[in-house]
Structure formats: C-alpha cells, structure tokens
T-cell receptor, first 114, second 111 residues
C-alpha cells in the first residue's frame, strides 16, 4: 500500500512569489491534515479535511494560505504571497477516521523563502 | 492549550531499555496521549497512544500515571534504528482530537 506522498520535497522561492504544495493521502482515507514546523518551533496543526470539506482550519496562520481538496482525494496548500516567516517544513497526514486513529504522515515539503 | 514537557535529549545504549518521560500537568479528562517519532529526513511516525490505562504494542509500551499528569514511553530493547526525535502529544476531544505537539526528545542510541 502506498503511503502519503508530498510534492515537491523541497521548494525555494523568493519573497512575494506563490508556491503550491501537494499532498496525496493514502487511498481511502477520508481525513487529511496539514501541519508545519517553522524554524526552531514545534510542529503546529494547520487544518483538517474530511473528504472535500474543511472540518477545522483553526491553525491556518492568515489569509495568504489557501488549502483545497477537490473531489476528496489529493490536497493542495497554496501560499500567496510567500513571506520569509513561511519557511519551514510542511507535513501532510491522513487517517481513515476523524477520531484518535493513527495519522500517517508524508515525508514533508521543505519550503525556503528568500 | 494542552501542553507537554519533555527532556531535550536522552542517550541510551543499544539493546537496553529506554524510558522517555513526558509531563502534561494541564491534561484534561478527555485528552488522549499520543507518541510519535521522527527519524532523520522522514515524516513523523505513530508509536502508541492511550487514555488512562497502560498500553502495549509491538513497538513500545506506554505507562500513564494514575493522575494522568505524566506518562512514560518505554522502548524495551533499543536498537540503532530507534534513534529519532520522540514527540509526546496531547489530543483533546474538544478540538476533534487535533494533535498538539511538544518539542520532542532527541534519543541518541550508542552502539
């Protein structure tokens, strides 16, 4: 069974540019989560999808971040425009149910904003 | 916000047991306790979770204090492949089991 995949693995962009991160969850997992760790800080929750609906987006830092999950399969996280403080590692995870189920994480996308 | 406190790092010898402590004095009655680990250059990986009772699985054991204000992750026989950052995480019912991460403990295994 394929695990959670994320693309790209690393992205380097200039401040003010736009970047789109992609996450492909494990097939059949309705729940998809985005997290990030910025430099020197703890991993923080960003948002949670159940199928194509946003269940909880309380962790999204501001309106420069837009997450979508059209059709309830893969998800994208767009940052527009990117700022220096957005640099960090963005993780995606998926789980079959929105309870205390194990979350399966992807390898992460390292975003560097110059 | 629910919060956990862990030592920054610990060292252990290969093939010996490892006890990783975590304090969560502000835990509420419906918060689950999770442990995930992150190996170098990988995403986090589930280890174990529990609510009140001690838990065992093929990877580890989780010992939860009676007052639930602390817990200990036990690796019964550490190998070099267990070198990772271990995160103690609370998952509150009232935030739909959102994972609230601590800073983690970097476990170093000496051969």
């Amino acid at each position: 069974e394929a695990g959670v995949t994320q693309f790209p693995s690393h992205s380097v962009i200039e401040k003010g540019q736009t970047v789109t991160l992609r996450c492909d969850p494990i097939s059949g997992h309705d729940n998809l989560y985005w997290y990030r760790r910025v430099m020197g800080k703890e991993i923080k929750f960003l948002l949670h999808f159940v199928k194509e609906s946003k269940q909880d987006e309380s962790g999204m830092p501001n309106n420069r971040f837009l997450a979508e999950r059209t059709g309830g399969t893969y998800s994208t996280l767009k940052v527009q425009p990117a700022e220096l403080e957005d640099s960090g590692v963005y993780f995606c995870a998926s789980s079959p149910r929105a309870t205390v189920d194990t979350q399966y994480f992807g390898p992460g996308t390292r975003l560097t904003v110059l | 916000d629910a919060k956990t406190t862990q030592p920054n790092s610990m060292e252990s010898n290969e093939e010996e047991p490892v006890h990783l402590p975590c304090n969560h004095s502000t835990i509420s009655g419906t918060d689950y306790i999770h442990w995930y680990r992150q190996l170098p250059s990988q995403g986090p990986e589930y280890v174990i979770h529990g609510l009140t009772s001690n838990v065992n699985n093929r990877m580890a054991s989780l010992a939860i204090a009676e007052d639930r204000k602390s817990s200990t992750l036990i690796l019964h026989r550490a190998t070099l492949r267990d070198a990772a950052v271990y995160y103690c995480i609370l998952s509150p019912l009232d935030s739909n089991y959102q994972l609230i991460w601590g800073a983690g403990t970097k476990l170093i295994i000496k051969p």
